[in-house]
C-alpha cells in the first residue's frame, strides 16, 4: 500500500491559487487536476489540505463510514462554522442522531401536509406573477420567492414586511460570508458582512423563538419548540436558532439553483417542457397523495440535480486511519465526496453530459446505491429531501400546467458558476408565457 504522501500535489507556488480556482469554477479546478494527477491527488482549499479520489466507490465508502471513521463536523468546520456553528451539518455521532431526531418532527406528514398547503398557495401566486409575460432575471428572482417561501413555512414570517426584509438581508450576507477569501471579521469584507448577519440573525431568531413559545403557530418553529424524542430531550432557544439559521440556508438556496438550473435546461431543450405539461395535464386532481403521479416531472428534477448538482462537493474528515483508492491515509485528513464527477462518470452514466431525463426511466442510476447522490447520502443524508422534491414538483406542476418558458437572450450557454452553489454568473432573462 502507498502512503500518504505518496499522493500527488501541485507544488506551493500552485497551491497557492487553489483556492481561488476551486471558487471560481470547482468542476474545471477538479478536472485540471485529475488529468494532471490521477483520480487521486491532493490539493489545498482554504488553507487546509484535501485528499480527492472520486467515483461511487470512494462515495460508499466515505458516507456509509459517517458515524465511525469519518466526520462530516470538522469536515464542514472551515466553511461554515463562522456562520452555522452547530447546525446539523457540524454534529456527529450520538449527538448528531439525537438533534435529527428532534427535527424529524418537523419534516414528519403531519407537518409535511401543511407545508404542502403553503407551497401550494406560494407555486399559484408565482405562476400568476410570472405570467405577466414580462421579462425576468430568474435567479435572482426565484431566490426572492424561494426565502419568501422559506420565511412563511419555516418562521411564519412575511417577506414584504419590515422585519422579514431584515431577516432577509442578514440571511443572504450570511451565506455571501462562507466564500470570504479574507477570512478576519475587519474592514467590511465579504467575511465581516457575513458575520454581522449571523448576529442579526441570532438576535431576531431568539426574539421569535420567545414568542412562538408563548403563541405557537404551523411553522418549523413552532414544530422544533413541541419536539422531543423518546427520551424526552428536547432544544433549548440556542439550538433551535442555530438550526433554524442553517435549515433555512440548505432549504431555500439549494432550491433556488436547482429550479434555475431546470428553467436553463428546458429551455435549451424546449421538448422536455411538453413532458412536464403532459405530467400537469395528466393530474386532476392534485393532493399530497398524488405527488407520486406526477413521475415524469420527478425525472426531469432529477436529471437536474444529477447534472448540475447545486453542491457539487461534500467535504469530510477522516478521524481514523483509513485506505483510500490504494494509498494509507492517516486520521486527521480532510478528503471529501465529488458529486459533479461522480454524477458524471462514464462507467455509470451513458452520454454523461447530455440532459436526459428518461435515464431514470431506464433505471440507470441503479447501477450503483452511491452514484446519485444530490442529497448526500448515510446517516447524514439531507433531512429536507423530500421537502425538496414536493416543491419542486409543486411549483412546476403550477407553472407548466398553465405556460411555456423561453429564453430572450440569444446566447442559449451562459457562464455559471458553481460555488457555493450552482447558478448563473450572469443574467438568466426569461419569459413565461401562456401554452
Known amino acids: 500500500m502507498k502512503t500518504y504522501t505518496d499522493i500527488p500535489i501541485d507544488p506551493w507556488y500552485q497551491q497557492t491559487l487553489h483556492t481561488l480556482a476551486f471558487v471560481s469554477d470547482a468542476p474545471k479546478f477538479f478536472d485540471r487536476q485529475m488529468k494532471k494527477h490521477g483520480k487521486t491527488y491532493r490539493c489545498k482549499i482554504l488553507g487546509k489540505e484535501y485528499v480527492r479520489a472520486h467515483g461511487p466507490d470512494i462515495a460508499q465508502l466515505i458516507f456509509k463510514n459517517s458515524s465511525d471513521s469519518v466526520q ?4 464542514w468546520q472551515p466553511v461554515l462554522d463562522s456562520f452555522f456553528p452547530n447546525g446539523l451539518l457540524l454534529k456527529d455521532g450520538k449527538n448528531h442522531i439525537t438533534h435529527r431526531r428532534i427535527m424529524q418532527h418537523g419534516f414528519n406528514k403531519p407537518a409535511m401536509l401543511n407545508y404542502f398547503k403553503q407551497i401550494q398557495r406560494w407555486a399559484d401566486d408565482f405562476t400568476a406573477d410570472i ?18 417561501l422559506a420565511l412563511k413555512m ?22 455571501a460570508g462562507t466564500l470570504g477569501l479574507v477570512r478576519v471579521p475587519l474592514l467590511n469584507t465579504k467575511y465581516h458582512r457575513g458575520i454581522k448577519g449571523r448576529q442579526t440573525l441570532v438576535e431576531a431568531f431568539t426574539t421569535l423563538v420567545q414568542q412562538r413559545r408563548l403563541e405557537p403557530n404551523d411553522d418549523l418553529v413552532s414544530y422544533m419548540i413541541s419536539a422531543r424524542d423518546e427520551d424526552g430531550s428536547e432544544f433549548s432557544d440556542q439550538q ?16 433556488a439553483s436547482s429550479i434555475t438550473s431546470l428553467i436553463y435546461q428546458v429551455t435549451k431543450a424546449p421538448h422536455w417542457q411538453k413532458v412536464l405539461q403532459e405530467d400537469a395535464d395528466s393530474l386532476k386532481e392534485f393532493s399530497y397523495d398524488s405527488l407520486s403521479m406526477l413521475e415524469q416531472t420527478e425525472h426531469i428534477f432529477k436529471e437536474t440535480l444529477r447534472i448540475n448538482p447545486p453542491l457539487v462537493s461534500i467535504p469530510r474528515y477522516l478521524s481514523k486511519d483509513v485506505e483510500l483508492s490504494g494509498y494509507a491515509i492517516p486520521a486527521g485528513t480532510r478528503t471529501g465526496v465529488n458529486i459533479f464527477q461522480t454524477h458524471r462518470d462514464q462507467e455509470y452514466w451513458s452520454n454523461p453530459e447530455q440532459f436526459d431525463p428518461d435515464r431514470f426511466d431506464r433505471k440507470e442510476d441503479k447501477k450503483h446505491p452511491y452514484q446519485f447522490i444530490p442529497f448526500g447520502g448515510g446517516v447524514h443524508k439531507c433531512i429536507g429531501m423530500h421537502l425538496s422534491m414536493m416543491e419542486a414538483k409543486i411549483l412546476l406542476r403550477s407553472i407548466f400546467q398553465k405556460l411555456s418558458v ?7 450557454d451562459i457562464a455559471v458558476a458553481t460555488a457555493p452553489i450552482w447558478h448563473p454568473k450572469v443574467p438568466m432573462k426569461v419569459r413565461f408565457v401562456p401554452r
Open 154 to 175: 419555516f418562521l411564519g414570517l412575511d417577506y414584504k414586511a419590515e422585519f422579514g426584509q431584515k431577516i432577509a438581508t442578514a440571511f443572504s450576507d450570511t451565506v
Open 131 to 148: 405570467a405577466s409575460g414580462r421579462e425576468i432575471d430568474f435567479f435572482p428572482y426565484i431566490k426572492e420567492q424561494t426565502l419568501d
Open 406 to 412: 423561453e429564453r430572450t437572450e440569444p446566447e442559449l
Open 240 to 255: 433551535i436558532v442555530d438550526h433554524l439559521i442553517f435549515t433555512m440556508m440548505a432549504a431555500h438556496d439549494t432550491t
Open 72 to 75: 462530516t463536523g470538522l469536515g
